[in-house]
C-alpha cells in the first residue's frame, strides 16, 4: 500500500523559509513523478512544482518560480521543496502526490496517491 506522508509546515513570516518533506513508502514504481499542489482556502487546489523520480527533470509553476525549489533524495522516496522569500499568497496546506505514469504533469488529477497535507501559514 503506497502512502505519503508530508511534514515541515508551520507559520512564518513574509520573506522567511520553510522546508517541506514527503516520504513516500510501499511502492516499486520503474518510473514515475512527484509533485507537490497547494489549496489554499475557497480555492481550487493547484500545482506547485514536480519532479521525476530521479531527479534529473522539474517543472514549477511560474508563482513560485525562482523562489521554490524541489527535490528528491537518492532513493527516490523522500521529496523535499525548500521554500524562500515567503509571501502571504503562499498560505495554503501543501500536498505531495505520486503519479506512476506520466512525467512532470501540472494536472492534479493525474495524480495517483496523495499525502494528507502539511498547513503552512505566512504573515504578512
Known amino acids: 500500500q503506497v502512502h505519503l506522508a508530508e511534514s515541515g509546515g508551520g507559520l512564518v513570516q513574509a520573506g522567511g523559509s520553510l522546508r517541506l518533506s514527503c516520504v513516500s513508502s510501499?511502492?516499486?514504481?520503474?518510473?514515475?513523478?512527484m509533485g507537490w499542489f497547494r489549496q489554499a482556502p475557497g480555492r481550487e487546489r493547484e500545482f506547485v512544482a514536480a519532479?521525476?523520480?530521479?531527479?534529473?527533470?522539474?517543472d514549477y509553476a511560474d508563482s513560485v518560480k525562482d523562489r521554490f525549489t524541489i527535490s528528491i533524495d537518492n532513493t527516490g522516496h523522500t521529496l523535499y521543496l525548500q521554500m524562500n522569500s515567503l509571501k502571504p499568497e503562499d498560505t495554503a496546506v501543501y500536498y505531495c502526490?505520486?503519479?506512476?505514469?506520466?512525467?512532470?504533469?501540472?494536472?492534479?488529477?493525474?495524480?495517483?496517491?496523495w499525502g494528507q497535507g502539511t498547513q503552512v501559514t505566512v504573515s504578512s
Open positions: 502526490a505520486l503519479d506512476q505514469r506520466r512525467l512532470l504533469s501540472t494536472y492534479d488529477y493525474h495524480y495517483d496517491y
Open positions: 510501499g511502492h516499486t514504481f520503474p518510473n514515475y513523478s
Open positions: 519532479i521525476s523520480w530521479t531527479g534529473s527533470s522539474s
